[in-house]
């Protein structure tokens, strides 16, 4: 079986003999492996929480507490909170050794399923259950295995992400005795893989996150004026756009600190002045069609509809939910009453109005409600720069070839993540069930 190890493919050894497990998802095993249950190699229990409308319970503390959250530490050191002395005597919660695996009962999200390994003595509450294996089980090949059984464990639960997990269901996950020694290896090498495979993960992402800010600097510089968007043609008269770092343009003070000097041939205008934004409208699921026109919501094209409520090309903000989240709509679309659409352009290039409304942080102007809400009467005030219509084409047709380049090479890097993670999960399935041998592997 071909693995990437450290980067490097690499032809992994397998057992010369195996044997059906008996556990569909297991499949083949070792000849000297043997299916087993969990609760047959470990001991498990539940914790509790104190009173929360206790303050005395929560003040002060000296004892580690954890909620199901702290399984996405994977490996835990910090605790979730401490409690006092008094509010441990008086509540269920139950010391759980370092060492031990704790797995998250319920919890949102992926939260239900995920395990964790304590390092260090902790409490925990009642929607988590310790783990403690007994020999000669070793955690650390335990919570690989279990690890690589997290869809399957979520399943034995109905699936549904209401359905809590117990502490029945946590006894019948099939395990498997395997030699010590072998544990032993397997562990050292997933632990010892995974941490590389992760390295390169973190590095891919930071450059994602490079990528990213290169994008948001490159509009804010030229829709502010810092960057000067020229226009040339070739021998045949094509057109094309290239960016000046700096602008050579005759500037002027802009009034505004944060803005500080623009070309002298550009207003500062109140954004109000220029476009209109308009609150979305509501479409119940009734409402929704197996039509072609897009449902634009906070977070992008939710549905479709046969029927458009806006022309298109367009532009959308996220109102709620995704609050200042900026889209542009190519066709005709039904605007979601989870957005802000722009009604009205006033003759402006609608690509530059996007992406002056992506420069400007719109998030940020949102009611201060506890559930953010964009309001377009705190928007249409704001003071900003604008070029005239022939500069506004021109940045946009410019930030268009650019900003795809770089959408496309944040793609390509998010592609190379998710292949790295399909691998990481195929790795811990394949050492943990001994479709490869991996104890002879070097460090």
């Not at 352009?345 to 609608?350: D, E, K, L, R």
Request: hydrophobic residues 35%; aromatic residues 8%.
């Amino acid at each position: 079986m071909g693995f990437k190890a450290g980067g490097d493919r690499v032809k992994l050894p397998t057992y010369p003999r195996t044997k059906p497990s008996g556990v569909e998802w297991l499949g083949d095993v070792p000849e000297h492996w043997t299916p087993i249950a969990l609760r047959r190699t470990s001991t498990r229990y539940a914790g509790g929480t104190p009173d929360r409308s206790n303050d005395s319970f929560w003040e002060d503390g000296t004892i580690p507490w954890i909620n199901s959250g702290a399984v996405n530490q994977g490996l835990i050191t910090d605790p979730s909170a401490y409690i006092t002395e008094d509010a441990y005597r008086n509540s269920s919660a139950r010391w759980v050794t370092k060492g031990a695996l704790v797995m998250a009962l319920a919890g949102q999200g992926k939260t239900k399923g995920m395990v964790a390994q304590t390092g260090i003595a902790t409490t925990c509450n009642q929607s988590m259950s310790a783990i403690c294996p007994a020999p000669p089980m070793e955690a650390r090949y335990l919570y690989w295995l279990l690890v690589s059984q997290y869809e399957h464990i979520r399943n034995m639960a109905g699936g549904e992400a209401r359905d809590g997990l117990n502490l029945e269901i946590l006894g019948a996950i099939p395990c498997l005795k395997v030699p010590p020694a072998e544990q032993q290896a397997i562990a050292a090498y997933l632990d010892r893989e995974t941490g590389r495979l992760d390295r390169l993960v973190g590095r891919k992402r930071e450059l994602i996150e490079r990528l990213k800010e290169k994008r948001t600097a490159l509009i804010s510089d030229c829709v502010t004026g810092k960057a000067e968007v020229r226009m040339k043609k070739d021998e045949k008269g094509r057109s094309s756009y290239f960016c000046l770092p700096t602008s050579s343009l005759p500037k002027k003070p802009s009034g505004l600190d944060w803005l500080g000097d623009i070309p002298t041939h550009w207003e500062v205008v109140r954004l109000g002045r220029r476009i209109e934004l308009q609150r979305g409208v509501d479409i119940t699921k009734d409402e929704q069609s197996e039509g072609n026109v897009p449902v634009v919501s906070s977070g992008g094209i939710s549905s479709f509809h046969d029927k458009a409520f806006a022309k298109g090309p367009g532009v959308v903000v996220g109102r709620k939910g995704t609050a200042g989240a900026v889209h542009w709509v190519e066709c005709d679309y039904w605007p979601h009453d989870t957005t802000l659409y722009v009604r009205e352009f006033g003759g402006n290039s609608p690509k530059y109005v996007f992406y002056k409304l992506c420069s400007m942080n719109l998030a940020s102007f949102d009611t201060g409600s506890a559930n953010p809400t964009l309001n377009r009467n705190l928007v249409h005030p704001v003071l900003v720069s604008w070029p005239p219509l022939p500069e506004q084409a021109a940045i946009a047709a410019y930030l268009d070839l650019e900003t795809a380049k770089l959408d496309a090479l944040v793609e390509k890097v998010e592609a190379a993540v998710e292949r790295l993670q399909e691998y990481r999960t195929a790795l811990i399935t394949a050492a943990v069930t001994g479709k490869i041998d991996v104890r002879n592997q070097p460090s």
